[in-house]
């Protein structure tokens, strides 16, 4: 059975390039059906940082959730991605699996759906564009409704200079 994936794309280390490499390695979880505009915001740290150019991709796929973790894990480290103990520290590409389906999950390594979503404009904004009648499995609110919330306090800057092709 396959579900609906949504997957947030971020970069501050060369986002031109690595975003767009990142969305074409997608295709590797499954059938990419839409992705986002690519949208500059400031990063969310306490030092100062370049801003990141954020996105989202939504794949349809048979993999289950622990899986796409580890797969978007490999592109991240494919991509130069280095870990630190510092969850905000500028990074080559972020992937992070949002929301699968219908499904709720609490797992030390993944939660489903990812809380920073109700928090995050960049998150909400870019994944309401891919369904924006999609309901939140939790609240029950339309990805649509919960991006308008968001959206007010986000400083979001659309980049029609960055493109996210989909190998179909």
Same mark, same amino acid.
């Given at each position: 059975m396959?579900?609906?994936?949504?997957?947030?794309?971020?970069s501050?280390?060369?986002p031109?390039?690595n975003?767009?490499?990142?969305?074409?390695?997608?295709?590797?979880?499954?059938?990419?059906?839409?992705?986002?505009?690519?949208?500059?915001?400031?990063?969310?740290?306490?030092?100062?940082?370049?801003?990141?150019?954020? @996105?989202?991709? &939504?794949? %349809?796929t048979?993999l $289950?959730p +622990?899986?796409?973790?580890?797969?978007?894990?490999?592109? =991240?480290? #494919?991509?130069?991605?280095?870990?630190?103990?510092?969850?905000?520290a500028?990074?080559?590409?972020?992937?992070?699996?949002c929301?699968l389906?219908?499904?709720?999950?609490?797992?030390e390594?993944?939660?489903?759906?990812?809380?920073d979503?109700?928090?995050?404009?960049?998150? @909400?904004?870019? &994944?309401a %564009?891919?369904?924006? $009648?999609? +309901?939140?499995p939790?609240?029950?609110?339309?990805?649509? =409704?919960? #991006?308008?919330?968001?959206?007010?306090?986000?400083?979001?800057?659309?980049?029609?200079?960055?493109?996210?092709?989909?190998?179909?």
């Amino acid at each position: 059975m396959t579900e609906l994936a949504f997957i947030a794309l971020g970069s501050n280390i060369d986002p031109e390039t690595n975003l767009p490499l990142a969305a074409a390695r997608l295709s590797e979880l499954g059938t990419p059906i839409a992705a986002s505009t690519v949208y500059q915001n400031p990063a969310i740290a306490d030092e100062p940082q370049p801003d990141y150019l954020n @996105a989202a991709v &939504l794949i %349809e796929t048979a993999l $289950d959730p +622990l899986a796409i973790r580890d797969k978007l894990r490999e592109i =991240e480290a #494919a991509l130069g991605r280095i870990r630190t103990t510092d969850k905000f520290a500028p990074r080559t590409i972020d992937l992070d699996l949002c929301i699968l389906g219908n499904r709720v999950l609490d797992h030390e390594l993944l939660s489903l759906p990812d809380p920073d979503l109700l928090k995050r404009g960049h998150l @909400a904004v870019t &994944l309401a %564009e891919l369904r924006p $009648d999609f +309901l939140h499995p939790i609240t029950g609110d339309s990805l649509e =409704e919960i #991006a308008n919330e968001l959206q007010k306090d986000a400083e979001l800057n659309p980049r029609s200079d960055v493109v996210l092709s989909l190998n179909r």
